[in-house]
């Protein structure tokens, strides 16, 4: 039997614990030997990183000890943390960050050197040499206040240590070797550029553990991606020399030949290292993830006839990387409705073949939202993109106003907010919130044009867009202008921030190890993004003051939580705490929560669920309303 509950108020069964920790993440899938080896991210294991397999009997193997957790921290960020060949998996260890090797014995050891201090060298990225003998990786090296990034090779029993093979750019990634051993291909690229405003791609002649003979290939075709040879030896690479992210090949004369031409995006901004969009079935058969109104889905293209197809596959949503080997894929996929699995497919069947992950979590789909893409024209026609999750339960009867609106705003802020099963958000809008994403100018899947926009735009363009698509749901009322909250993490913090500090139209605000002091920032992030306010803001300093949150926080009236990870590398707390001082000065209400032993975005399900938590509680003490959840109350400090 239903009732009408108020917002907020609803009883659902998909609690703060359910998000955190029900379920391990799978990613990064691999093939090898006719098993399928994926990467395994555990909340209620604090987050640890496992590399796991699955034969044909259907028995799934660890292969990292338990005291290990596969995790690299190159640019922070990291990305692909392990490679298979024949059995053999190495992979990069987030305590040490050496590179270890497990045999199919069980003898687990160290392959590359202890660094000279914690954590100061580095690897990612690793590729296995035809032979299966030594690889490349991605190198960085943390030398007295300075950060070196190299491409570097070494033998895969640890018989000696690394050689540098190329060096000298600022950042390195995709070392891949030719199918004969004889070319290296790798893409660099130096500040201020970012990896999707231009690479270069380039290969070498691999002579004796040397790269000689080192020519460009391309350095007019924008932001290149994912240099990958074909089993016959033809380098391929996606560019957006045309405005989209789409496919190329080198051709026997030096030439480059588009292989795609979608208004679709078959490529990422390159975050984590090792990303990938593309695998090859055979010489003459790529499957791609194409990436369309917020949804990556399969397809394959016949680089004979040209055709790109999407696959059988659909209504599955991939994660990148997909991968490939004897005329099979295996991907990372879900649906709107349920979560990512680890799958096996080849062309000639219609469905895939379910190999991990997706573990029940007790939630009938009839408590799910159900996303919906829109398009919202501004005051110019020019569209902005955004996701909505209305609010759905069935076991509640709806009041007649219209509800409280959450607009979550992704990070990056060269990011995109897909629309994939996402419990954080089902969260809400089993609550009785709606929930809007934004993929606001600048955002990654529409085209290089769209995400430009952000060029020098950075707390203009981002906070006008949000504040578009709320104002949109409010006037086509689906949401309730007295209950509008602004939140997001990292960059998307510093959106929430710029937007209470220069728009009334949120009653609240949320900020995750958000920016609030651009200066502070420039100071004191890593090497990765150290130069990237240079694009969105400009390279003078007093842009940064005038563009900071900090410098306005006595504009900000509604309330604001602050989260915060103590060991934060990218956004430190420093970030939060000025912004604490700030609101204590001016007596805005606010309440902050840090979480010991955590970096940048949460990983601990201990942590995730708090941060839930104490999130529902400050809107209920915020718009005054009673969960059903049974969780402590949040402290806001109030001067006022």
Not at 255 to 263: D, F, G, M, V
Request: aromatic share 8%; hydrophobic share 40%; net charge negative.
């Amino acid at each position: 039997m239903t009732a009408t509950e108020p917002y907020g108020s609803w009883a659902s069964p998909i609690s703060a614990e359910v998000v955190a920790g029900a379920v391990d993440r799978p990613g990064w899938p691999a093939l090898d030997s006719g098993r399928v080896y994926w990467h395994e991210q555990r909340p209620r294991q604090q987050g640890r990183g496992v590399v796991c397999s699955v034969g044909a009997d259907g028995i799934v193997t660890e292969h990292t000890p338990t005291d290990h957790d596969v995790r690299t921290l190159v640019h922070e960020y990291g990305g692909a943390a392990y490679v298979v060949r024949d059995g053999i998996v190495w992979y990069c260890n987030l305590d040490d960050q050496r590179v270890w090797r497990w045999s199919p014995d069980g003898v687990v050891e160290p392959v590359t050197p202890p660094p000279p201090s914690e954590r100061s060298v580095r690897y990612a990225d690793l590729h296995v040499a035809p032979d299966g003998t030594w690889m490349t990786a991605v190198r960085e090296r943390h030398v007295d206040g300075a950060v070196l990034n190299e491409i570097v090779a070494f033998p895969g029993d640890g018989g000696a240590d690394p050689t540098v093979l190329v060096s000298g750019s600022d950042f390195y990634a995709a070392p891949r070797i030719s199918p004969d051993g004889t070319t290296l291909a790798w893409l660099s690229w130096d500040h201020p550029a970012m990896p999707w405003d231009h690479t270069v791609l380039s290969t070498g002649a691999l002579d004796g553990g040397r790269v000689t003979g080192t020519r460009v290939l391309v350095d007019d075709a924008g932001a290149v991606f994912q240099p990958a040879w074909s089993p016959d030896g033809i380098l391929h690479f996606v560019a957006d020399v045309d405005g989209w992210w789409n496919l190329y090949r080198m051709t026997a004369d030096g030439a480059r030949e588009q292989l795609t031409h979608e208004q679709a995006e078959l490529g990422l901004p390159l975050w984590f290292l090792g990303e990938a969009m593309y695998a090859f079935l055979d010489s003459d058969r790529i499957a791609c993830l194409v990436n369309r109104d917020a949804a990556l889905r399969l397809h394959v293209l016949d680089t004979t006839s040209g055709r790109l197809d999407e696959t059988p596959l659909t209504p599955l949503l991939c994660d990148p990387p997909p991968v490939a080997a004897d005329g099979e894929v295996a991907v990372v996929a879900g649906t709107e409705t349920s979560l990512p699995q680890v799958r096996r497919w080849r062309p000639c069947e219609d469905t895939g073949r379910v190999v991990a992950g997706g573990a029940d979590v007790g939630v009938h789909p009839a408590h799910l939202s159900r996303p919906q893409h829109v398009s919202i024209a501004d005051e110019d026609g020019r569209p902005v993109y955004a996701v909505l999750w209305p609010p759905t339960n069935p076991d509640v009867v709806a009041p007649a106003d219209p509800p409280p609106l959450l607009v979550d705003v992704h990070g990056g802020p060269t990011g995109q907010i897909m629309r994939d099963l996402r419990l954080r958000l089902q969260f809400w809008t089993s609550r009785g919130f709606a929930v809007v994403a934004p993929n606001y100018g600048g955002s990654t899947g529409y085209g290089r044009a769209y995400r430009e926009q952000l060029k020098g735009a950075w707390g203009i363009v981002d906070v006008a867009d949000c504040v578009r698509v709320a104002r949109w749901l409010v006037d086509n009322g689906h949401a309730d202008p007295a209950r509008v909250a602004i939140r997001g993490g990292s960059a998307g913090g510093y959106t929430t921030l710029v937007a209470l500090t220069t728009r009334d139209d949120f009653t609240a605000g949320v900020s995750a190890f958000g920016v609030s002091d651009l200066r502070l920032l420039v100071a004191e992030t890593h090497k990765f993004e150290s130069r990237y306010i240079d694009g969105l803001v400009g390279d003078d300093p007093s842009a940064w003051s005038e563009r900071a949150p900090i410098e306005h926080v006595d504009a900000i009236t509604a309330p604001l939580l602050l989260l915060q990870g103590e060991e934060d590398q990218i956004v430190p707390p420093s970030q939060a705490e000025r912004m604490v001082e700030g609101l204590e000065a001016t007596g805005t209400p606010y309440a902050y929560v840090t979480f010991p032993g955590e970096q940048h975005g949460f990983r601990r399900a201990g942590s995730i669920r708090r941060a839930i938590e104490v999130e529902l509680a400050f809107y209920a003490r915020v718009w005054g309303f009673a969960p059903a959840d049974q969780i402590d109350s949040v402290e806001v400090h109030d001067h006022g």
